[in-house]
């Protein structure tokens, strides 16, 4: 039978072949769990007794909680504040880095490192820097030189910059790195010919610099801003002893599908709030592409 | 080597794998789940021993999880066939537990109600439903005030508080502030996430005059003038007396291991840990009487199950295992491991149990302990500590922040036994 198949045929019988077991395992344990995961948003389960259909109950339910909404806007400021912040933050260093020659690969694992360590032993450090007198090293530093303490994590206003700043910091390694291959990528005879016309530095990194980073841009801001989103590891582990508190004021939506599937058992709940933010991951997403790639 | 002997040391071989599968296809392997928690899993590794020792046609092995994952396996591994023979399960998990069917109950030849009524402390009572017992405690749990005697004797002070005035006396001798007036040392710990929250549940509203439930603990019912005078003491500690602050070096018990704390109220199962700081010397004191003179105490407890799962033989083997760790002899060896305390008066009131100084106040607490039940332990815990939160960060006024308090903890019961 294969033997009476066309060349073209052939080609596709062998994709498909090496192609199955990938799909297969896409659809073992990507696609599988998603559709069942909007299935038992409609449902009402516990984990450990029978799923009993709700119909719209667990949105409406998710509607009218003021913790949905609060966790809601949290979300949004971790990712309005974290990926602007962390864009220009890494691209400062990638840009003076990419000058510099003296030490220049050392500087670079140095940025790097933090990428490569475990957010949760970073959380714990944070949170121990972020401590009241007599163990917190900030408080501490602040008390030595006469000046009041700051509640870093015991406040409703301050916990929430405090815990996104680890975070930031953990993610600049990689974002540099891609940025300073971005910077490679430019050819050299842009620069040469800015400079033969005697442009300004400032003129070169407008016109030049920026527009050709362009793709690597859009591909930070849309994988930072998906980071920003899904951000758990260093909440929970910041606040482990009142997850994503005080008052709600730190917890992010992954944080609170977390407690209602795992603390309240709640797995309907669960699934209607991941619903909802895979809802919107996708149209952050889209959004991202659509605008930064036009013109 | 030769042919022969060659052929004979296959055989030999042969003969004597087949003599071990023998040997271990007559052995009955139960399994036993529990979370993980270093004392409990040493304990559970010497009785498993001494059973296996007086059963020797039983193995049981045993699995541990963390805590955070522990519901989740149970829950995934019994419907697929897989998992425990026996379970360890917290009291407040015993209906879900049987809603589910995954456990049974205990054969009532083995377990008389009747029987089990007489030995155990009347809380374990909860664990019986349709005229059987669906599980047993090994130890319960209970309160007391931990002290920390280096800093009782730095102070001049001579004993541990048996009142509520006299805790604030004494905290007040023991804090100790900065030139700007941090607080580097506090007279008592506080923190709804630790155990404060019991305390103030089953003990301080009960000692202020009120009675924190009703319907079987379905209704709230501490927002009345005992729940405020509670709440009022309880944040006074810090905001009044500034004897503590909430939050004081991350968690209350990494403060008292510390010596950072004169004071701190925890449950028995802090002993084991406690104990294993060296250079400290501390002390257990029942928990201070209120201004009436009432005593209380909280008690919890976790108990084990034979699950749906085990039938036949390893029902039988599991059985045999429930009756052993259920034993007086097991809860001993759990008093000595783990520090929790034996689940039966015999046990638990002999004259060297009661009269020990560190098991003895917990013990005596047993005897007018309450045991909440909860519907999501997390949740009403959450609830306690948002009430404090509303308080010390943002202002709110006591009466205020009681009120939303016992609201949000009653749409918790109401969702949960609405049902």
């Known amino acids: 039978m294969y033997r009476n198949l066309s060349i073209r045929q052939k080609q596709i019988v062998w994709a498909w072949a090496f192609l199955v077991v990938p799909v297969i395992f896409y659809s073992v344990i990507r696609f599988y769990p998603t559709g069942n995961a909007i299935l038992i948003s409609f449902q009402d389960w516990n984990l450990l007794g029978k799923r009993t259909w709700t119909g719209l ?41 990419d000058k510099l020659r003296f030490m220049h ?39 030595s030189v006469g000046i009041p303490q700051i509640s870093f994590l015991n406040s409703t206003t301050n916990a929430l910059p405090a815990v996104l700043a680890p975070a930031i910091w953990a993610g600049l390694g990689f974002q540099i790195i891609i940025f300073m291959a971005g910077l490679r990528a430019i050819p050299r005879s842009y620069y040469e010919a800015a400079h033969i016309d005697g442009v300004s530095t400032w003129t070169v990194l407008w016109e030049i610099t920026l527009p050709l980073l362009k793709p690597t841009i859009v591909f930070i801001v849309v994988f930072s801003s998906i980071g920003f989103l899904r951000i758990f590891d260093h909440v929970f582990n910041m606040t482990t002893n009142n997850p994503g508190g005080p008052l709600n004021a730190t917890k992010p939506l992954v944080l609170m599908i977390y407690e209602s599937a795992f603390t309240n058992f709640d797995m309907g709940y669960a699934a209607a709030q991941t619903v909802v933010l895979f809802l919107i991951l996708l149209v952050v997403s889209l959004l991202q592409l659509r605008i930064l790639r036009d013109s | ?131 059987a017992y669906w599980a047993l405690p090994t130890a319960v749990r209970s309160l007391a005030l931990f002290y920390n005697e280096r800093l009782f004797e730095e102070a001049g002070v001579d004993g541990p508080p048996a009142t509520l005035d006299e805790l604030v006396e004494t905290a007040k001798k023991l804090t100790k502030v900065d030139g700007a007036g941090n607080i580097t040392q506090v007279g008592i710990t ?11 549940r089953e003990v301080l509203v009960r000692q202020f005059g009120g009675d924190p439930y ?87 407890y976790w108990v084990n199950a034979v699950t749906t799962k085990a039938e036949g033989e390893k029902y039988d083997a599991a059985v045999k295992f429930m009756d052993y760790i259920t034993s007086d002899e097991a809860m001993q060896v759990w008093l000595e491991v783990v520090g929790e305390l034996p689940a039966k008066p015999s046990v638990g009131m002999t004259e060297a149990n009661a009269n ?19 519907a999501n332990e997390s949740g009403q815990r959450q609830v306690m500590m948002e009430a404090v939160e509303r308080i010390d960060i943002e202002g709110q006024s006591v009466a205020d922040s009681l009120k939303t308090a016992a609201e949000a903890e009653q749409k918790i019961l109401t969702d949960y036994y609405g049902k």
């Open chain 1, 57 to 97: 109950d667990n949105y409406i339910k998710l509607w009218n909680d003021p913790v949905f909404w609060k966790v809601f806007k949290n979300t949004f400021v971790y990712l309005l504040l974290g990926t602007p912040v962390s864009l220009v933050i890494s691209f400062l260093i990638a840009y003076h880095l």
């Open chain 1, 105 to 143: 690969g050392f500087l670079r694992m140095l940025y790097f490192l933090p990428f490569m360590t475990s957010a949760v032993a970073m959380a714990w450090v944070w949170r121990w820097f972020y401590q009241p007198v007599p163990i917190g090293l900030f408080n501490n530093i602040l008390a």
């Open chain 2, 1 to 131: 080597m030769g042919k022969t002997s060659l052929k004979g040391w296959i055989l030999a071989t042969a003969t004597s794998t087949a003599a071990l599968l023998a040997g271990s296809a007559n052995a009955v392997e139960i399994e036993y789940w529990q979370y993980f928690y270093d004392a409990r899993v040493e304990a559970m590794d010497t009785l498993i021993e001494n059973f296996q020792a007086a059963n020797p046609d039983i193995t049981v092995t045993m699995t541990t999880f963390p805590y955070a994952d522990y519901r989740t396996k149970v829950a995934a591994a019994i419907p697929a066939g897989e998992g425990p023979d026996v379970v360890q399960l917290f009291y407040g998990w015993l209906n879900d537990y049987v809603e589910a069917k995954l456990i049974q109950p205990l054969p009532t030849d083995m377990f008389p109600p009747e029987q089990v009524d007489a030995d155990f402390f009347p809380m374990v009572q909860a664990m019986k439903g349709d005229g």
């Open chain 2, 190 to 200: 506080a923190g709804m996430n630790a155990q404060d929250h019991h305390w103030w």
């Open chain 2, 214 to 300: 009703l319907d079987d603990y379905h209704t709230v019912n501490y927002n009345d003038e005992a729940g405020l005078k509670a709440l009022d003491f309880y944040t006074g500690l810090a905001t009044e007396h500034k004897v503590t602050s909430f939050g004081f070096m991350d968690e209350p018990q990494a403060a008292f291991k510390a010596g950072r704390a004169g004071m701190h109220i925890d449950g028995s199962f802090r002993i084991g840990s406690l104990k294993s700081i060296r250079g400290m010397k501390w002390g257990v004191a029942e928990l201070p009487a209120g201004p009436d003179g009432t005593q209380s105490n909280y008690s919890s």
């Open chain 2, 356 to 374: 020990d100084p560190i098991f003895g106040p917990f013990i005596r607490g047993l005897a007018y302990a309450h045991t909440t039940k909860f």
